[in-house]
């Protein structure tokens, strides 16, 4: 399966947005919600002080740009009015009164910035891996894209095919549903496509607007808990069949996993005022599962070698703490303490969907991997399914 990755490019959300802003507008906005009295140690917990957004907060809590009316309209009002026996002044004063309730952000009102932001960022991650890689943007074979938050079609493959701008030939390949788990499948699908032209080079760019969650007006506990954990961020790379100069990771083997019965834990849900990321407090339990499943793949994968073979580092996007803490306490006994420094590191400002786990690379690599260290990449995401690769750094 030998295919080789360049180092990622990793472009954080220029907006901070400190938990303690997050805090204060929740609490103003819900200051009777059942978990409000908690509200500071959930914060806590998540262990987040702060994460980066392409868009400012007050563009997340902004009002839409129609009143109490949207989407009847003050016409079909005043005719009810009217029928029901109001005179014109009293029409009018009703009316006034309608159009001066604010009304939630549209999905467009919503989406629409976003989606210009995503294909921005996409667009300077996937500049900047291919200037990591020493390539060109007519040196690309294949464009892998994925992002989640914010669906359009025509989508990131053909807004950054004319942004870069690539070969008319190029093969586009794009996905909007696989999240978290979109780093490491995209790399394995690189791989495969490599396996089959060495000769080919493959990019791969994930970008997303995870603040496109963040809803002020839901006050479940789930809710508050997602506006705590996400950050935007657009991330690329490059993977060839050969290994080149730039080339930092060689992949040796994929596996994948799915848990049947599990699609309804974790999902986003498209509603009147966006999109919403609804978490069922199961989930961790069962990413746990895939957790165990993957040290079972490597058990067999290195079952005549039990007593010596480790990696030495292991770049995991579990998506929260509880399944981190549950990864060190089920792992092989020997192996060495601090595999999940750079996940927990990453994590700190954010759970990044997709594109965590190249970000986890990057800190990786920053930090000074020696060659010959062995790496495992591992996912899960929303269905539930994951994803692993291991490989030598190189």
Request: aromatic share 6%; charged share 20%; with cysteine.
């Amino acid at each position: 399966m030998a295919a080789y990755l360049c180092p990622p490019a990793v472009i954080h959300g220029e907006h901070t947005v400190k938990t303690s802003q997050i805090v204060e507008e929740v609490r103003a906005r819900h200051p009777h919600a059942a978990w409000a009295p908690r509200i500071d140690g959930i914060a806590a917990s998540t262990g987040i002080e702060s994460r980066g957004w392409m868009l400012p907060l007050e563009t997340a809590v902004a009002p839409g740009h129609g009143g109490g009316l949207w989407p009847a309209g003050a016409g079909a009002a005043r005719e009810a009015l009217a029928r029901d026996g109001f005179d014109e002044q009293d029409v009018e004063r009703v009316i006034a009164a309608l159009e001066s309730i604010p009304a939630p952000q549209t999905v467009q009102e919503r989406t629409a910035p976003a989606w210009a932001a995503v294909q921005s960022y996409g667009e300077r991650a996937a500049r900047g891996a291919l200037q990591i890689a020493g390539l060109d943007a007519a040196d690309v074979d294949c464009l892998i894209t994925s992002n989640s938050t914010t669906p359009a079609l025509p989508g990131l493959d053909v807004a950054l095919a004319n942004r870069l701008p690539l070969r008319s030939d190029v093969l586009l390949l794009p996905a909007t549903q696989w999240a978290c788990i979109a780093g490491t499948r995209w790399l394995a699908l690189a791989a495969d496509l490599v396996a089959a032209d060495p000769d080919r080079v493959v990019l791969v760019v994930i970008a997303e607007a995870l603040s496109t969650t963040y809803q002020p007006a839901d006050d479940t506990l789930e809710s508050l808990i997602v506006r705590l954990l996400f950050a935007d961020t657009a991330v690329a790379a490059v993977v060839t069949g050969r290994q080149r100069p730039e080339s930092v990771l060689r992949l040796d083997a994929a596996w994948h996993h799915t848990l049947p019965g599990t699609q309804d834990l974790h999902r986003l849900e498209t509603r009147a005022d966006g999109t919403h990321f609804v978490m069922d407090r199961r989930g961790p339990r069962a990413v746990q599962q895939t957790v165990t499943a993957m040290w079972e793949w490597l058990r067999a994968r290195y079952e005549d070698d039990p007593g010596s073979w480790h990696p030495d580092v292991l770049l995991a996007h579990p998506g929260g703490t509880r399944v981190l803490e549950y990864m060190e306490q089920t792992m092989p006994g020997g192996w060495p303490s601090g595999l999940l420094d750079h996940s927990r590191d990453s994590y700190t400002s954010g759970n990044r969907g997709g594109a965590a786990v190249f970000d986890i690379m990057r800190r990786a690599h920053d930090a000074g991997q020696e060659p010959g260290s062995r790496a495992v990449l591992y996912a899960a995401a929303p269905g539930l399914t994951a994803t692993a690769l291991e490989g030598e750094w190189l």
